[in-house]
């Protein structure tokens, strides 16, 4: 089982090059878990960058996957990771279901990085043209 953090369902869907760095997460729906709130950050993240058509779009392909309801069991469990690894509210939300799934959760938000469970994805290798714009 996978989790993938809203970042990277972010990136993936954009067809970024650093979306392609999680194409093997991607590679079965049945085997991707996603937490509800990923969908609400993905959602406002490509309704804010392109419009609700779209946004509405990138959901339907999430709903692909088996989308996890943040009940009161799972919220207490997140409250507790969140607090242990002083995580945002939602990143605690998503830790947290990727470990009551057994699940990998895959992100490149520094936020994860160390924590057990976490695969983190690094960044593409900067291009010539990447590069160059950044001197």
């Known amino acids: 089982m996978i989790v993938?953090?809203?970042c990277g369902w972010v990136e993936r869907l954009a067809g970024t090059p650093y979306g392609e760095r999680y194409s093997e997460a991607f590679r079965d729906d049945a085997g991707l878990v996603v937490p509800s709130v990923c969908v609400t950050e993905?959602?406002?993240t490509i309704a804010r960058e392109a419009d609700e058509t779209?946004?509405?779009a990138a959901v339907?392909?999430?709903c692909r996957?088996?989308?996890c309801e943040l009940g009161a069991e799972l919220a207490v469990v997140a409250g507790r990771l969140g607090r242990a690894h002083r995580l945002p509210l939602a990143d605690s939300i998503i830790y947290a279901t990727s470990r009551q799934h057994g699940a990998e959760l895959w992100t490149h938000d520094a936020h994860f990085r160390g924590l057990p469970g976490v695969?983190?994805?690094e960044p593409p290798p900067r291009t010539a043209?990447?590069?160059?714009r950044a001197s």
């Open 65 to 67: 996957a088996s989308v």
């Open 54 to 56: 779209a946004a509405l």
């Open 119 to 121: 695969r983190f994805v």
């Open 60 to 62: 339907a392909v999430m």
């Open 4 to 6: 993938v953090d809203s």
């Open 129 to 132: 043209r990447s590069v160059n």
């Open 42 to 44: 993905v959602w406002r």
